[in-house]
């Protein structure tokens, strides 16, 4: 079970999100709030949460100052602003934040991202299969390699295939498939399968039907699911749950 720190100043905000997300389905056991940077850094320091969604503008101490004096723990950073704090979000950058979210704050979009952060969670709570490792990685020296990476892990669950991947970049397909194997030492289409069965282990831990996590990772079809996980985990989705 996981951790996560809501930081804003505005109490409606705070006190909402953790009341109106169904943090038990993300399989989050404690949700902490604060109002200011100041509070979320003495919650940071005292919980070492998995997760931290907070506003940047804040009194006392704003969220830039507060990642800056807690970037020596490790977690996620989810970023709420306005248009008007452009400039603060991209102080942010240093720090990797897994997103931004404007301001007023969309719940279904806000669950659907947070569905997408804890399964990033499985490499901090859980042993990740080697054969899966190099999914892990997310940072080459190709830009376009970079742009492709990020692409298929925010968009795992639309139909991916080589050439929608290089036409969303506008390079060729020839070029992107070479290059791929090149730096990440696996096709893309491996990536791609290997990166949705690292995605559904996760979502198998929550209380939802195989089917559904199934369609969660982009698999259309139940059947294509099972066959790669069988594939790189050498086990069924249901022999897995059982032994979770």
Do not use: C
């Not at 499985?122 to 054969?131: A, L, Q, S, W």
């Amino acid at each position: 079970m996981y951790k996560v720190i809501i930081i804003d100043d505005e109490r409606m905000i705070r006190e909402g999100l953790k009341a109106s997300i169904d943090w038990r389905k993300l399989n989050f056991s404690e949700v902490y709030i604060a109002k200011d940077g100041i509070e979320g850094q003495d919650l940071i320091v005292e919980h070492e949460p998995d997760l931290v969604i907070t506003d940047i503008k804040m009194p006392r101490m704003n969220g830039i100052e507060m990642l800056e004096k807690t970037k020596h723990i490790q977690f996620k950073k989810l970023i709420l602003s306005s248009y008007d704090d452009f400039e603060y979000a991209k102080a942010a950058i240093q720090f990797q934040v897994v997103d931004y979210l404007l301001k007023p704050i969309d719940e279904d979009e806000l669950f659907d991202l947070l569905e997408e952060i804890t399964t990033t969670f499985t490499e901090k709570h859980n042993i990740v299969p080697d054969i899966l490792k190099p999914v892990l990685k997310t940072d080459y020296e190709n830009y376009y390699i970079n742009q492709a990476v990020q692409y298929i892990k925010q968009n795992i669950r639309l139909e991916l295939d080589n050439e929608s991947i290089a036409n969303r970049l506008n390079i060729s397909t020839s070029y992107l498939m070479r290059t791929f194997k090149q730096y990440t030492g696996i096709t893309m289409k491996d990536f791609v399968n290997r990166y949705r069965i690292y995605h559904s282990l996760q979502l198998l831990k929550q209380p939802l039907k195989i089917y559904e996590v199934s369609d969660k990772i982009g698999y259309n079809e139940y059947k294509a699911f099972n066959y790669n996980f069988h594939k790189y985990m050498n086990m069924t989705p249901n022999q897995y749950i059982k032994q979770i």
